[in-house]
């Protein structure tokens, strides 16, 4: 059973800090990595996506895979208020035509 | 956004009767998922497409089927609705199926089975 792994939360940071969200997985075939953000009543929008071990960076996120320790990670900078929403991991294998596999998201809150 | 339009938004309907969900998508886009969420469960996948009348099962499919006549529309049919196919039902499309193939999500369907 292919799982990925979020902390739920709710995960509280002030205004202008640095919000860090983890997630891990189980399936080490896995080739691509998708973070997802997703509003109450809303459906999931994609934030970033990344394939290769290392960091990478779109404006004031930043992904980071360690495929070795099947680990990935969203860190926003600058959290803004309009950065509260549910943060989904998703997962694909390798190759394929297969879907998604979720995580259960953690729910992030930035207080101002 | 991508061009995903899923209809009915909202349905109510009572165990027993089928249900059939529609996704269009003008993106000409091959891929076509159905997911389903819920609480405490995230999003799992029913059944998805790989081209017009090519489908396979997902994660969840039982109780579900699925039809493509045509690149963009995806069809999903709860053939005997039951309480537990109560949830929201997400459709999305992909570009390309390979590993580096990115989802697209439509707005969602809200099913109430009473």
């Given at each position: 059973q292919k799982e990925v792994e979020q902390n739920s939360g709710p995960l509280s940071v002030p205004e202008g800090a640095i919000a860090s969200l983890n997630c891990t997985y189980s399936?080490?075939?896995?080739?691509s990595f998708f973070w997802y953000r997703q509003y109450s009543g809303k459906s999931p929008e994609l934030i970033m996506f990344i394939y290769s071990n290392g960091d990478k960076e779109d404006g004031r996120f930043t992904a980071q895979l360690n495929k070795a320790s099947q680990y990935v990670s969203l860190l926003i900078r600058?959290?803004?208020?309009?950065?509260s929403a549910t943060y989904l991991c998703a997962v694909q294998p390798g190759g394929g035509a297969d879907g998604l596999t979720f995580g259960k998201g953690t729910h992030l809150i930035i207080q101002p | 956004d991508a061009g995903i339009t899923q209809s009915p938004r909202h349905k109510v309907t009572e165990t027993g009767t089928p249900v059939t969900l529609r996704c269009h998508q003008?993106?000409?886009?091959?891929y076509m998922y159905w997911y389903r969420q819920d609480p405490g469960h995230g999003l799992r996948l029913i059944h998805y497409s790989y081209g017009v009348k090519d489908t396979d099962k997902g994660?969840?499919?039982?109780?579900y089927s699925v039809s493509r006549s045509k690149t963009e529309d995806f069809l999903l049919t709860l053939e005997s609705a039951t309480s537990s196919q109560t949830s929201v039902y997400f459709c999305a499309i992909s570009?390309?199926?390979?590993?580096q193939g990115t989802q697209y999500f439509g707005p969602g369907t809200r099913l109430l089975v009473l």
């Open positions: 399936d080490r075939g896995s080739q600058d959290s803004q208020p309009s950065d | 003008t993106e000409n886009h091959r994660e969840v499919s039982d109780g570009e390309t199926g390979t590993a």
